[in-house]
């Protein structure tokens, strides 16, 4: 899909990897870069190694694009803490990623239960599901938010977004759905 989006037009085309720890099933598009110079991967730290506050994302592309885009970049774009934090975090990546295999166990367990209490669940190869099958989303929504569980109501007709998370808070997911029943609050 990638190689046919980048032969349909003579543009940039920048692939999203924000996600692709969590993606077991598909390769890296950065296994495509060698000799597509209009090829670019972006990829961020605040997923997988859960430095959402620190909002430090990397590039892989062509060094020609690399050359101009240290062209245009700002003199002081990272502070010294963020760079350090950085580094330490690519010191103990192995550590860092170990939760990743953590959450796709709990992400599939929770894909799992879902199907089996009627729910539809579409592909993902993020930290979250999108579920349909919702009867009133909102509802669901406030009925887990009073239980203390937060998850995304994106205003999907019938769905609402569930983010995995430890063995403990999925349990605790999985059983506050099944006690709202089939179809979720009204």
Do not use: W
Not at 134 to 161: K, M, S
């Amino acid at each position: 899909m990638i190689l046919a989006a980048y032969d349909a037009f003579d543009g940039i085309l920048i692939v999203d990897e924000a996600y692709q720890e969590f993606d077991a099933e598909r390769e890296s598009a950065v296994s495509l870069l060698p000799g597509r110079p209009r090829l670019l991967v972006s990829r961020t730290m605040s997923k997988a190694f859960a430095f959402a506050g620190v909002r430090l994302g990397y590039l892989a592309a062509d060094s020609a694009v690399v050359d101009a885009l240290r062209l245009v970049r700002l003199p002081y774009h990272l502070s010294a803490l963020t760079q350090a934090a950085a580094t330490a975090a690519i010191r103990h990546s192995a550590t860092m990623l170990a939760t990743v295999d953590d959450i796709r166990t709990q992400r599939d367990r929770l894909e799992v239960a879902l199907v089996e209490m009627g729910y539809r669940v579409h592909p993902s190869g993020a930290n979250f599901l999108l579920v349909g099958g919702f009867d009133n989303p909102d509802a669901t929504f406030e009925a887990l938010r009073t239980r203390g569980i937060l998850i995304r109501n994106l205003h999907i007709e019938g769905h609402l977004r569930m983010t995995a998370g430890t063995e403990a808070e999925t349990t605790v997911l999985i059983n506050a759905l099944a006690d709202l029943g089939p179809g979720g609050a009204r």
